[in-house]
T-cell receptor, first 112, second 112 residues
C-alpha cells in the first residue's frame, strides 16, 4: 500500500547518543518534510526537501540534520541527543499538482 | 516568513451544536489553506482545503471560508458528533505542495 513509513515508532535513548529517524514514502512524492510536535501541540517545520540533493531548514531552529540521496528516503539525524529533543517527529510528503500533504505515523523520541 | 494564528485553543460544544475555528495569516502571498484533524495518538489527516480563488468550500458537515482581504479563514463544523472530538490545525502555504506553516491547534471536545 502506498504510504509514508517512519521507524522506529518509539525510541528511548540516553543523552549524547547519535540517532537517525527513518522516513520512507512509496507514493512517488518529490517533496518531503519533517515536523516536530509535542503531543497535541503545534507542528513546527524543522526541515524540508523539494527533491534529491536539495534540503532546507525550516522555521524552527533544530540541531538535527537531514539528507535526501534518494527520492523516497528522507532520514533525520541527531548527532548528540539531549533531553530537550524529547518530542514527536512527524515526516510528511506531497507530490505534483493537487496532492495534499500526507503524514507518517511519527516517531516518539524520549531522551533520558 | 509566514505566521499563522489560530483561535480558540480549546472549544467545548454539545453534540448537535456548531463549532467554528478561526485562523489568520500574515503573508499575503499565501494561496492554499488546508485544515487537518488529529485524533489522540494518530497522525494529522486532511479534512478540507481551499485555494485563494475560492471564498467558500463545503463537504457535508464541514465548510471552510476564506477572506483574503482580511487574511483570515475559518472552519465550520455543523451538527457536531462525539467522533469530531480531536485537535484541529489550520495551515497556510504560498503554493500547493509548498511548505505548510501550521496554526497552534484547537482542541475540540464534543459532549454527548
Amino acid at each position: 500500500e502506498a504510504d509514508i513509513y517512519q521507524t522506529p515508532r518509539y525510541l528511548v535513548i540516553g543523552t549524547g547518543k547519535k540517532i537517525t529517524l527513518e522516513c520512507s514514502q512509496t507514493m512517488g512524492h518529490d517533496k518531503m518534510y519533517w515536523y516536530q510536535q509535542d503531543p497535541g501541540m503545534e507542528l513546527h517545520l524543522i526541515h524540508y526537501s523539494y527533491g534529491v540533493n536539495s534540503t532546507e531548514k525550516g522555521d524552527l531552529s533544530s540541531e538535527s540534520t537531514v539528507s535526501r540521496i534518494r527520492t523516497e528516503h528522507f532520514p533525520l539525524t541527531l548527532e548528540s541527543a539531549r533531553p530537550s529533543h524529547t518530542s514527536q517527529y512527524l515526516c510528511a510528503s506531497t507530490g505534483q499538482g493537487r496532492t495534499p500533504l500526507h503524514f507518517g505515523n511519527g516517531t516518539r523520541l524520549t531522551v533520558t | 516568513g509566514e505566521n499563522v494564528e489560530q483561535h480558540p485553543s480549546t472549544l467545548s460544544v454539545q453534540e448537535g451544536d456548531s463549532a467554528v475555528i478561526k485562523c489568520t495569516y500574515s503573508d499575503s502571498a499565501s494561496n492554499y489553506f488546508p485544515w487537518y484533524k488529529q485524533e489522540l495518538g494518530k497522525r494529522p489527516q486532511l479534512i478540507i482545503d481551499i485555494r485563494s480563488n475560492v471564498g467558500e468550500k463545503k463537504d457535508q458537515r464541514i465548510a471552510v471560508t476564506l477572506n483574503k482581504t482580511a487574511k483570515h479563514f475559518s472552519l465550520h463544523i455543523t451538527e457536531t458528533q462525539p467522533e469530531d472530538s480531536a485537535v484541529y490545525f489550520c495551515a497556510a502555504s504560498i503554493r500547493w505542495g509548498g511548505k505548510l506553516i501550521f496554526g497552534q491547534g484547537t482542541e475540540l471536545s464534543v459532549k454527548p
